[in-house]
T-cell receptor, first 112, second 114 residues
């Protein structure tokens, strides 16, 4: 199965700043997905990123807050902008490879 | 859109006993149902999945059953071991030519007591 490398694995950031999370897949994938997982909660989809087009955002998530890039079929970034303590969470990228969905290792973000 | 409900939220079993986690989904078009195991601080790992053209699938101690009419599916773990302790998530999606996002259940914290 595919491997997704995600970085950083964790970060502590000051409120008002931005953090960019990167995901690299070891094979070409059409769609990549970005999820947020708050402590003790399930995974909530932020957006779907298709190479060559604008990302599609779920209700409650906006491009100005979570801009996404998808420059090629193996890479994507998610930026968490103008951070507040409410953004403290785990962020995960995902992609479908073959018949299944694979996840990156996650980024644990703490905003202070 | 799809909505997935998962029960129970917590489950404690004695080592060697069986554990069953149940999920229901709302979108009758969904045709792919994976189960993920997430250990503390780790990424979700696929443990088993089932597609709508079959009713049951087994992999050693793990099995999944699907009832399309009732729109529910279940995870069965037999002969549980302490290393089975984790959070388990069910998910559903319509798997077609283009990938679609997974919709996750709320998760079940399984604790296997030695």
């Amino acid at each position: 199965s595919a491997v997704i490398s995600q970085k950083p694995s964790r970060d502590i950031c000051q409120r008002g700043t931005s953090l960019t999370i990167q995901c690299q897949v070891d094979s070409q994938v059409t769609m990549m997905f970005w999820y947020r997982q708050q402590p003790g909660q399930s995974l909530t989809l932020i957006a779907t990123a298709n190479q060559g087009s604008e990302a599609t955002y779920e209700s409650g998530f906006v491009i100005d807050k979570f801009p996404i890039s998808r420059p090629n079929l193996t890479f994507s970034t998610l930026t968490v902008s103008n951070m507040s303590p409410e953004d403290s969470s785990i962020y995960l990228c995902s992609a479908t490879v073959g018949n299944g969905y694979t996840f990156g290792s996650g980024t644990r973000l703490t905003v202070v | 859109g799809e909505n997935v409900e998962q029960h129970p939220s917590t489950l404690s079993v004695q080592e060697g006993d069986s554990a069953v986690i149940k999920c229901t989904y709302s979108d009758s078009a969904s045709n792919y149902f994976p189960w993920y195991k997430q250990e503390l601080g780790k990424r979700p790992q696929l443990i088993i999945d089932i597609r709508s053209n079959v009713g049951e699938k087994k992999d050693q101690r793990i099995a999944v059953t699907l009832n399309k009419t009732a729109k529910h599916f279940s995870l069965h773990i037999t002969e549980t071991q302490p290393e089975d302790s984790a959070v388990y998530f069910c998910a559903a999606t319509l798997s077609s030519g283009s990938a679609r996002q997974l919709t996750f259940g709320s998760g079940t914290q399984l604790t296997v007591l030695p």
